[in-house]
T-cell receptor, first 116, second 117 residues
């Protein structure tokens, strides 16, 4: 079974600075999807960024980018120019590519605080 | 993006009563929906996979008679917490994946905070 590990329960960053959240995963599959979800205090899950494992290029969405290291099974999230609104729980998630019926496998999350 | 609506957002019920939570896909048909439970400051724990027109698949340790799931249409799945007790108090979230959606991401409902008193 696949597992996702987020080793940083809490992180903090100064406003306008850059922070990196780490995520590692374990799988025997060669093709899969990886996601970062944000859960603000409202608790609505919001997709931040996604990566297809077969793509070597790291995904980027505005201030959010990932460092995808397939061989190392690492999928870190970099937030640049951090804003107060970035404060939230961040979950790394994995999904097999084979079927639409498979759920996401989540890490335990990292709580990010942004200091003004 | 696709929209998933979950209702109610908050519910308080008395111990021993049953509570129904609805999860609707508003602009797409979802043959599969997922139900999660989230304890404070913890991750999402998958409870069950809801398949339209068939029985739900429950994760190990989740009581199927306690958490009844019905997915009677392509746009609606319901989770009924039967004979609720205070330990059932939690945050429940549903998600669905839009068939053919190019990004294969999951779309989440707003969640339901259940408090059993």
């Amino acid at each position: 079974a696949q597992t996702v590990t987020q080793s940083q329960p809490e992180m903090s960053v100064q406003e306008a600075e850059t922070v990196t959240l780490s995520c590692t995963y374990d799988t025997s599959e060669s093709d899969y999807y990886l996601f970062w979800y944000k859960q603000p205090p409202s608790r609505q899950m919001i997709l931040v960024i996604r990566q297809e494992a077969y793509k070597q290029q790291n995904a980027t969405e505005n201030r959010f980018s990932v460092n995808f290291q397939k061989a190392a099974k690492s999928f870190s999230l970099k937030i640049s120019d951090s804003q107060l609104g970035d404060a939230a729980m961040y979950f790394c998630a994995y999904r097999t590519i084979n079927s639409g019926n498979t759920p996401l496998v989540f890490g335990k999350g990292t709580r990010l605080s942004v200091i003004a | 993006g696709a929209v998933v609506s979950q209702h109610p957002s908050r519910v308080i019920c008395k111990s021993g009563t049953s509570v129904k939570i609805e999860c609707r896909s508003l602009d797409f048909q979802a043959t599969t929906m997922f139900w999660y439970r989230q304890f404070p400051k913890q991750s999402l724990m998958l409870m069950a996979t809801s398949n339209e027109g068939s029985k739900a698949t429950y994760e190990q340790g989740v009581e199927k008679d306690k958490f009844l799931i019905n997915h009677a249409s392509l746009t609606l799945s319901t989770l009924t917490v039967t004979s609720a007790h205070p330990e059932d108090s939690s945050f429940y979230i549903c998600s669905a994946r839009a068939p053919g959606h190019p990004n294969t991401e999951a779309f989440f409902g707003q969640g339901t905070r259940l408090t059993v008193v």
